[in-house]
């Protein structure tokens, strides 16, 4: 099961970390995502990281301006979020995929696991 906390309500320009915890799986062999759904929106891509690590992945509204990350040692994998954007609103999900390849790390069919999502409120 994943777990995705840290949302809460920040003014824009702000920052928050979320966090996608596992139980009972090591989450270091799974891919993992970010995902977001706003209010009347579909469910849209935010970040990715391989299993190793290593490859990095963000949407275009994101890159820069957020980061993700691993922790094995807690078995979580972090979304740091700075200058966060009215626009950011929404609630947010961490999946996981056991492989990750560049034509499905933003497709959220391809993600077998989901949490259960954390809600991210950004004023103006």
């Known amino acids: 099961q994943l777990q995705a906390s840290g949302g809460g309500l920040v003014r824009a320009g702000g920052s928050l970390r979320l966090s996608c915890a596992a139980s009972?799986?090591?989450?270091?062999?799974?891919?993992v995502g970010w995902f977001r759904q706003a209010p009347g929106k579909e469910r849209e891509f935010v970040a990715a990281?391989?299993?190793?690590?290593?490859?990095?992945k963000y949407s275009d509204s994101v890159e820069g301006r957020f980061s993700i990350s691993r922790d094995n040692a807690k078995n979580t994998v972090n979304l740091q979020m700075n200058s966060l954007k009215p626009e950011d609103t929404a609630v947010y999900y961490c999946?996981?995929?056991?492989?990750?390849?560049?034509?499905?790390?933003?497709?959220?069919?391809?993600?077998?696991?989901w949490g259960q999502g954390t809600l991210v409120t950004v004023s103006s």
């Open positions: 999946a996981s995929l056991a492989l990750m390849y560049d034509s499905t790390f933003s497709d959220a069919t391809a993600y077998p696991y």
């Open positions: 009972k799986f090591t989450l270091s062999l799974y891919g």
């Open positions: 990281i391989s299993r190793s690590g290593n490859g990095l």
